[in-house]
């Protein structure tokens, strides 16, 4: 399902326009994005936990060649699956 399939899926489930159920999803995840970029986390029960991590600097190998590269410490998105989701990849 790609994002115009969603937004689709949305209106008719919602009893609303597409556009507004689109208008939703964005500011949804615009949200979502906002506030990880701030270092906040966003948990929705049953469903996801996004958050910021730091990681450490490290030593890591290029595949191709088998040469070590240093890769510098930095931050990235964490998206953990929560209990809802988990069971629904199940049926």
């Not at 994005?33 to 958050?51: C, D, F, H, M, P």
């Not at 030593?59 to 964490?78: D, F, L, S, Y």
Request: hydrophobic content about 40%; glycine content about 10%; some cysteine.
């Amino acid at each position: 399902m790609n994002k115009g399939e969603l937004v689709a899926a949305m209106a008719s489930k919602a009893g609303v326009s597409q556009k507004d159920a689109g208008a939703c999803l964005d500011a949804m995840f615009e949200t979502i994005a906002g506030q990880v970029s701030s270092g906040n986390v966003v948990s929705i029960t049953g469903w996801l936990k996004a958050e910021r991590v730091n990681t450490s600097a490290r030593t890591a190998r290029n595949p191709q060649t088998g040469q070590e590269i240093q890769v510098p410490a930095g931050t990235r998105t964490k998206l953990t699956v929560g209990s809802k989701l988990k069971a629904a990849g199940k049926s």
